[in-house]
């Protein structure tokens, strides 16, 4: 026990808690999935010169401290022990040069670089091994330390000073790339390294310095080598944090190369209509399939029906592009096999060049959204930027900063269609819509600013300022004493997955006294193609209190007839694109009955939109659709005309 109490064997102490630290990191390390192979095998080789490093340090403190040790392991087998401790500690600069410059995938991909950064290593270990059978650099006391001998002795701290240098210049130039955390993690890291020196002069010990590296080395574990946002895992890609950090650091070091994409057509339809279990092994097929044409193995699954590889040196017009197409479009010919089903996925390539075509992370997203647009368009050839319309990006972009802007502008009100109800002949209920009015531009269309909304987060603040408009107008008008019943208010995918929305709705009623029986949400087919837990959750609340929900755009999207009967929703809004097309196809106006008689098989309601004529009203009243929306009724119209036009009809 004295060697650990005895106030002068605190180094054993430190070297002690230095191992716990080491074995604590490793256990970590070896228990998380790698992404990046590189940076994984020289963490992994960092802990293991640290641990040796702890290691020798602790046989060297226990053999000045305890008898014992001091007739076990004897004056020479201590000097190794140091001679080794001197070794790992300087080779943990490399080691650390390296950590960092494959965190920001520089490569030394000459025999020149790869010296430069090898030689003063090279040196520090050569001075040790030189040393001990010259001692022209250093000397041990009869105590069993190692002392330098100046001038020559201190040139071994020549090549940690180099290192460190050359860190502080990727640090300052790189860590723009990396948030806030990482940054902050690997500059504390260089920073316990950099104090190496005076640590030991002041304390005339190592031990504080190798305790200093340990708990650098579990800071690291958990930021840089922690996989939770850089590893999907049901695929076991890299996520789109992981793409958006290679796309960053590419492009800081100016490298050219290709973003080559592979978008799945409704491949989240296909999942959602599957297992977890089967939609994970899909999914981690792929990805293995697709590492063969990665020139590093790393493939990213950064959106919901997109994979992609980074080819380095490569634009997007060199023939390994069209190769590589080639060959996936082949396989993807064939079934996928999960279990002992088979399964067809048809995709479609597309290729981006930096900087070439793109410069910039924010342009990239700004350009994979138009893309976004162009693609299951086209007929599996692969989609350059010079096939989409790059004025788009432009306008989106000009779009984007009015609405950020657009609820302290004043931009934003919100109108109401009158919905007919034949059963009573009256205006029974109305939707709640958006518009936006730019002072330049004018009104613009809910289409373009509503998929913007969603991508820059303002979405949120629009959908709580809608409920909100909705409920002062219950509240401050007399629409209910004219027959007005519930107002649909629609509701994005991105506010049915917040944790906190049936209490912020809640709270937004109980403001205006408002019944929740007097508000039915409108949410879209996307529901069930992003359905979660968290969603399911909030829609389970909202109609345990009374509310209702209806489905927008019914017959728009991928409908999977089979799982409406499980549709949490009353109502059933058959998009105006199926009325009109209706009345000018009779295939198209069998769909439409055929789809009324389903719905109305199950017991649900249905609103029929974009009604425009008195024959089309009449032929959907007798086809027994519960409720009628469109111009031939009424256009959506400000709050206060909204109210007289209750008056005027239902009174």
Excluded at 359 to 375: I, M, N, P, Q, T
Excluded at 482 to 503: K, M
Excluded at 558 to 577: G, Q, T
Excluded at 608 to 637: N, S, W
Aim: charged share 20%; net charge negative.
């Amino acid at each position: 026990m004295e060697l650990l109490t005895n106030p002068q064997t605190y180094n054993t102490c430190f070297s002690i808690a230095s191992l716990v630290l080491i074995l604590v990191t490793y256990l970590i390390h070896a228990s998380e999935e790698k992404v990046y192979n590189k940076q994984g095998h020289i963490f992994g080789a960092m802990i293991f010169d640290a641990f040796m490093l702890n290691l020798m340090g602790l046989l060297h403190n226990a053999y000045l401290y305890s008898d014992v040790f001091k007739t076990v392991i004897g004056y020479d087998g201590n000097c190794y022990l140091v001679i080794a401790e001197k070794m790992f500690a300087y080779l943990l600069p490399y080691l650390s040069i390296n950590y960092v410059m494959s965190i920001f995938q520089i490569n030394t991909n000459t025999i020149l670089k790869k010296a430069v950064i090898i030689v003063p290593t090279v040196y520090s270990l050569s001075l040790f091994i030189i040393g001990y059978f010259t001692e022209f650099f250093f000397y041990f006391t009869e105590e069993g330390n190692l002392k330098y001998i100046y001038p020559q002795g201190a040139t071994v701290y020549i090549g940690s000073d180099l290192y460190f240098i050359f860190a502080t210049y990727l640090l300052i130039k790189y860590t723009k790339s990396l948030s806030t955390e990482k940054a902050c993690a690997l500059w504390i890291y260089y920073v316990l390294m950099l104090l190496a020196v005076p640590i030991r002069i002041v304390t005339k010990s190592s031990s504080i310095f190798e305790f200093s590296v340990s708990l650098a080395l579990l800071l690291c574990v958990y930021t840089f080598q922690n996989p939770s946002e850089f590893v999907d895992r049901m695929s076991g890609a890299a996520t789109r944090n992981a793409m958006d950090f290679s796309i960053s650091t590419n492009i800081l070091q100016k490298k050219e190369f290709t973003i080559f994409g592979i978008h799945i057509d409704r491949l989240v339809v296909t999942m959602g209509e599957k297992s977890p279990e089967f939609s994970s092994e899909l999914l981690e097929q792929i990805t293995e399939y697709l590492k063969g044409f990665s020139p590093d193995g790393t493939i990213y699954y950064p959106y919901m029906e997109d994979f992609v590889i980074l080819f380095p040196g490569v634009t997007a017009e060199e023939t390994i592009i069209d190769k590589t197409a080639e060959q996936i479009r082949k396989r993807f010919k064939e079934s996928w096999k999960v279990g002992e089903e088979e399964i067809k996925l048809f995709e479609t390539p597309y290729a981006i060049a930096f900087p070439d075509e793109v410069d910039s992370l924010e342009r990239f997203h700004e350009v994979k959204a138009v893309l976004d647009k162009a693609l299951g368009k086209q007929n599996r050839d692969i989609v350059r930027i010079s096939d989409i319309n790059l004025k788009v990006v432009e306008h989106d972009k000009k779009i984007d900063g009015i609405v950020k802007h657009a609820l302290e502008d004043g931009l934003l009100d919100v109108f109401y269609q009158p919905i007919y109800s034949p059963v009573t002949g009256k205006f029974s209920s109305c939707e709640a819509l958006l518009r936006l009015k730019d002072p330049q531009l004018g009104y613009i269309s809910p289409a373009i600013f509503m998929p913007i909304a969603e991508r820059n987060g303002t979405i949120l603040a629009i959908d709580r300022y809608v409920l909100s408009a909705v409920c002062e107008m219950l509240a401050e008008t007399d629409v209910r004493k004219y027959g007005l019943e519930y107002t649909e208010v629609n509701l994005s995918v991105v506010d049915c997955i917040q944790t906190n929305l049936a209490e912020s709705v809640m709270g937004t009623l109980n403001k205006f006294k408002v019944k929740p029986s007097e508000i039915n949400f409108e949410i879209t087919e996307t529901y069930e193609q992003g359905i979660t837990a968290v969603m399911d959750e909030n829609v389970r609340k909202l109609m345990d209190i009374g509310m209702s929900f209806s489905m927008d755009d019914f017959g728009t999207g991928y409908s999977n007839l089979v799982r409406v009967a499980a549709m949490p929703v009353e109502l059933f809004k058959l998009d105006k694109s199926i009325i009109q097309s209706a009345f000018e196809s009779e295939t198209s106006y069998m769909v439409m009955i055929n789809l009324i008689k389903i719905i109305k098989s199950l017991g649900k309601e249905i609103v029929a939109e974009g009604v425009e004529t008195g024959e089309q009203a009449r032929q959907l009243i007798k086809l027994g659709c519960d409720h009628i929306q469109g111009f031939f009724y009424a256009r959506p119209m400000p709050r206060d005309q909204f109210v007289q036009f209750l008056r005027e009809h239902n009174g």
